[in-house]
């Protein structure tokens, strides 16, 4: 929602009146302060301490100090507690400083990770389970939850599709999985969801990310690419407690393209025309023009501003924790802005000895501007290939037309172009559980979770004339609005039973789900150039334009059952199995059984390891498991279905409007299978100041569904079958060491590190799939067996002719092979020695999937200041810019960029080994081939920031707990030797590639994707 400067201040003033109202309630009762300190004896953040039989209550700050108001309580007892440690109370008896040191609690302390449907110990683990410190997740000013995961975790590859402000992620857990979906399975709370986007960051208590089958197998078949599990923030007991985050900055792009200015633009042209050249040129040479930096006119200086409010508190009875959250971003084009509003509200009760419940519900909504970067109407794209030649007004204020570059539009018109399209997004998510302890051991929990919401996008494109080949003489607009519901019933029973040295847990239940989904648009022409006039009503229907829309359902029924059995917490056995029906495929193919199991042993445990004290800790474990991938394929897929617009001549009369069978189906389908196998260590040292996590996965996925080819005069298009194959093989490292000198200096340095191959393994009687087909450059992708997905398939070259000589030489039996090369002409090589550079002879050229990623995280604090940075990488990944087809070779016009013009051949500078310019380019160096493919390698500094946190002394004046100021810095580095914008490249989704009916197989083809912002901000973090 774009919020007005008049609505901003009232928000303003009234979380103003809310932060220091209480400081005029603070009464003048008997307060008790001191220290609360770990069992190293460091000082203990976030301890609740509580006046027994009452809701006063305080929290100790970051160096855990801590104030509280014994209020009237006659006799007061202090009680302290904290998740991990051991709950204590003490009597005041008229002190008025308790220091108090905490006790771990070896039960609680370990009883802190999330699995699925459930929790264990962390040192029962036996899967590959990954936890995030929520700290971690707000370290970046960010309204994406994935974004904040990116670089923290081994094997979990992050990368921003685009820049642009509200764009999604990229998440693979484990590599890519198959030709299809590759998206994780989210788990809000216990609700299953494809996205987070939902989630404020600010919101989450912890996140795990189940990476191995063992792990994800009890979530059956939606568990093939990985399960992320997300717990929200819950009440705690004692006193409301407030906290509150502000931040605001500026952004800029981090990288802006050199390109040739006017005089060397022209410069150029009468190179490749000489006396043929547009007047233009000669006039511009004569002048030495600079002319127009179209980057530098279209990206501006954006704003962003974040904020979060929270209050938390309740009793023995009722807990309750409720936030917002406002953030707001410009963007560094016009017209890029994106604004999300959350609310979340989380309520626990206690309604008897035996029996809690809860209810949940958050709200999001979200608005966001357009942004248009297709091929030749783009912005970026624009900016990257308009003549600088061309101002973007004319002396009058008009807009103009480029002048050279006929094909391309004025890049800074176009984002005005888009200014009256818009999106928003609403969601609300509902979840409502029970809790019954049915006996010590044994509980039975209910849980039911709806999913509601809804989007609307209106695009409108107004009627303009730049010059005759760059106008729109009809308006138009197109509308549409889509809904859906998701319905979510869980019912399990935990069983949880030590005997002696036995420790046995068992979980048995089912869920039920059902999802749906419509959409309906409509367009029309020639509409009023008037917002509050754009109303499908209020144009015309074209014939050919009439309204569609379409719906689809699913439903999911599952039974599953998981076992845990441990032996004097030294020899660990889990066993899981989920049996799932599935209404995307036929009865005969619905159900599937996901078995797992995993072993682990606790060799610290053992007598000839546990008196040895600088090992804290040493696992092995091993597990294996099948899981499904039902996202792989849309419902009915299996039913022959029908498609309207479809015209019927009968006669000589005007077509009729119907329907018919566009593509064929498969009764046999079914969900693909991923088999992993997966080994790991847990290590810690010296009272886990040294930790090392290792884990080595082999995940193959079977029945991977690919498209089957048809014969050409089946005007059908092809079925979905189950018969490919691929493969993931991988390793992951983290490491983490923690130090400092007494409580002045503390530090922790982590690293993780992931190594992934991918190759297809088969694809049945399927020929290669090409893809990221691209006007005028063809496909850029090609998928086969033998290797990894979507690898760059091109010709390869061997440099440039330098002399006549050189292209004498270049013969197959007497015969030139390039027949029409020139000297400065690109030298393909003749791959299948035939002596014809060809289609045939194109090659690997390399991929987007890196030999490896890694993240490297650092925080420091002295006293009451302290330090953060985080470090992402990938090394050994190509990127495609297809766009050298017009920027290198300017062959229609085009600008190009400056490292082109400053390494170009000449018969001047024939050392130079950059092709030539040429009008008529007989040649035909354009050709799609290694030249366009670029290293994408790279290191980004993401964030790093500087707090300083108020003395105590302050802080107990002002009636406070917290009182944090920051300063950050995020993208504020990047090492790269990529030369388009940005060297993190998702997947080509723009209208260029509207061929490619699969994104994953566009990989790291990179149409100038919005890059990514550099940003300088401030904050406060508050509690009070």
């Known amino acids: 929602m774009k919020m007005k400067l008049q609505t901003l201040q009232q928000l303003m003033a009234v979380l103003a009146f809310i932060l220091l109202a209480p400081l005029s309630l603070i009464a003048q009762e008997r307060f008790v302060s001191g220290t609360v300190t770990d069992e190293t004896g460091q000082g203990l953040p976030g301890v609740n301490i509580l006046v027994n039989g009452t809701t006063q209550g305080s929290i100790t700050d970051f160096n855990g100090s801590y104030r509280i ?15 991990g440690y051991e709950t204590m109370r003490i009597s005041v008896n008229g002190q008025s400083t308790i220091n108090h040191q905490m006790v771990p609690d070896a ?80 788990v809000v709370d216990g609700f299953p969801t494809a996205n987070i986007d939902f989630l404020s960051p600010a919101d989450i208590e912890s996140i795990e990310v189940l990476k191995d089958a063992s792990a994800t197998a009890i979530y059956g078949s939606r568990g093939a690419n990985g399960v992320v599990l997300v717990t929200t923030k819950k009440g705690k007991s004692g006193k409301a407690v407030f906290n509150f985050t502000a931040s605001a900055g500026v952004q800029t792009p981090w990288n802006i393209m050199e390109m040739a200015d006017a005089t060397q633009y022209a410069t150029i042209q009468k190179e490749m025309h000489g006396d043929a050249a547009d007047p233009m040129v000669d006039y511009v040479l004569e002048q030495q023009a600079k002319g127009t930096d179209w980057f530098r006119e279209v990206f501006k200086q954006g704003y962003q501003q974040d904020y979060a409010l929270s209050v938390t508190g309740g009793n023995e009875n009722v807990k309750y924790a409720v936030s917002g959250s406002y953030f707001d971003q410009t963007g560094i084009l016009e017209n890029t802005d994106y604004s999300r509003f959350t609310v979340r509200n989380n309520l626990e009760f206690k309604m008897s000895d035996k029996v809690t419940s809860g209810l949940s519900v958050a709200l999001a909504m979200e608005d966001r501007g357009p942004f248009r970067n297709d091929q030749y109407g783009g912005v970026l794209t624009g900016a990257m290939m308009a003549d600088p030649v061309t101002a973007p007004k004319d002396v009058d204020g008009n807009w103009q037309g480029t002048y050279l570059a006929n094909s391309i539009n004025n890049p800074l018109y176009m984002q005005e172009d888009v200014r009256q399209s818009e999106y928003n997004k609403n969601n609300l998510l509902g979840n409502v559980w029970l809790n019954y302890q049915i006996l010590p051991s044994i509980s039975f929990k209910s849980q039911f979770t709806a999913n509601l919401g809804g989007d609307y996008s209106k695009s409108y494109s107004p009627v303009y004339y730049l010059k005759p080949t760059q106008q729109r003489e009809v308006s138009s607009l197109s509308e549409q609005r889509s809904d859906f519901h998701g319905y979510t019933w869980s019912n399990f029973a935990n069983f949880n039973k030590e005997i002696g040295d036995h420790n046995i847990g068992l ?68 066993a899981s199995v989920r049996y799932d029906g599935s209404s995307k495929f036929l009865p005969e193919s619905r159900w599937g059984l996901f078995p797992s199991f995993s072993l682990g042993w606790n060799v610290k445990e053992e007598s000839f390891l546990n008196s040895v004290d600088q090992i804290t800790q040493l696992k092995l474990r091993g597990g294996w498991g099948q899981v499904g991938n039902q996202d792989a394929v849309a419902p009915y897929k299996y039913a022959v279905t029908l498609t309207n617009e479809q015209k019927y001549p009968f006669g000589n009369q005007t077509p009729v409007q119907g329907v018919a069978q566009t593509e064929l189906s498969n009764p046999e389908l079914k969900w693909e299978t991923t088999e992993m196998t997966n080994i790991g260590l847990d290590a810690g040292f010296f009272e886990d ?42 390793i992951e490292l983290s490491l983490n060491f923690r130090g400092g000198l007494e409580r002045k200096f503390q530090y922790e340095v982590g690293v993780n590190f992931s190594k992934i191959t991918n190759e297809v393994m088969d694809l049945g009687d399927t020929p290669a799939i090409e893809a990221g087909n691209v006007n005028k450059v063809g496909n850029t992708t090609r998928t086969e067996e033998g290797y990894e997905i979507a690898y760059f398939y091109g010709l390869k070259t061997d440099g440039i002719f330098n002399s006549q000589e050189e292209v004498n030489s270049y013969v197959k039996d007497g015969n030139l092979i390039q027949p029409k090369a020139q000297p400065g002409d690109v030298k393909f090589v003749d791959l299948n020695n035939d002596g014809v ?57 085009e600008n190009m960029p400056l490292y082109r013009v400053e390494n170009h051949w000449t018969e ?58 920051f300063v950050a810095a995020d993208n504020l580095l990047t090492f790269t030797n990529y030369t388009g914008l940005d060297p993190e490249i998702g997947e080509l989704v723009q209208s260029a590639s509207s061929s490619d009916p699969i994104p994953t197989l566009t990989y790291g083809v990179d149409m100038a994707s919005y890059p990514q912002a550099r940003t300088f901000r401030a904050g406060i973090n508050l509690s009070f």
Do not use: C
């Open 837 to 893: 550079i060809d289609g045939n002879d194109r090659t690997y050229l390399g991929s987007a999937t890196p030999d490896f990623f890694y993240g490297i995280n650092a925080s420091a604090s002295y006293e009451n200041f302290d330090f953060q940075m985080f470090i992402s990488g990938v090394q050994g990944a190509e990127a495609v810019n297809p766009l050298r087809y017009h920027i290198d070779y300017s062959l229609e016009g």
């Open 908 to 965: 001047a500078n024939p050392e130079r080994n950059g092709p030539r310019f040429s009008a008529d380019n007989p040649n035909q160096n354009e050709r799609y081939s290694d030249l366009y493919v670029e290293d994408a390698s790279y290191i980004r500094l993401k964030t790093v920031q500087l707090g300083y946190t108020l003395p105590a002394s302050l802080k107990e004046k002002m009636g406070i707990s917290k009182l944090r100021i």
């Open 689 to 730: 100041r040294l930790t090392l996590t290792a884990d080595y996965f082999i995940k193959n996925t079977k029945d991977m569904i690919v498209a089957v080819p048809v014969p050409e005069f089946v005007s059908y298009q092809a079925p979905p079958v189950n018969i490919g194959t691929m493969q993931n093989r991988g």
């Open 107 to 186: 039960d609680q302390l370990e009883e802190v990770v999330v699995v699925g449907y459930g929790v264990q110990k962390k040192s029962d683990i036996t899967g590959s389970v990954a936890s995030i410190k929520p700290e971690a997740l707000t370290q970046i000013s960010t309204p994406s939850v994935g974004q904040a995961l990116q670089g923290r975790i081994s094997g979990v590859q992050v990368t921003s599709q685009s820049g642009k402000p509200g764009s999604g992620m990229r998440i693979r857990i484990r590599g890519i999985g198959t030709i299809n979906n590759s998206d994780p399975l989210y």
């Open 69 to 83: 108001n014994l209020g009237t309580v006659e006799n007061p007892e202090l009680v302290f507690s904290f998740i």
């Open 507 to 574: 979980m048995v239940g089912t869920e039920a789900q059902s999802g749906y989904y419509a959409w309906t648009r409509v367009a029309v022409t020639d509409v009023p150039n008037d917002s509050s006039l754009q109303f499908p009503s209020t144009g015309k229907q074209p014939s050919e334009n009439l309204p569609q829309g379409g719906a689809e359902e699913s439903t999911l029924l599952s039974f599953l059952s998981r076992a845990n059995y441990s032996y004097a917490g030294k020899y660990l056995l889990t």
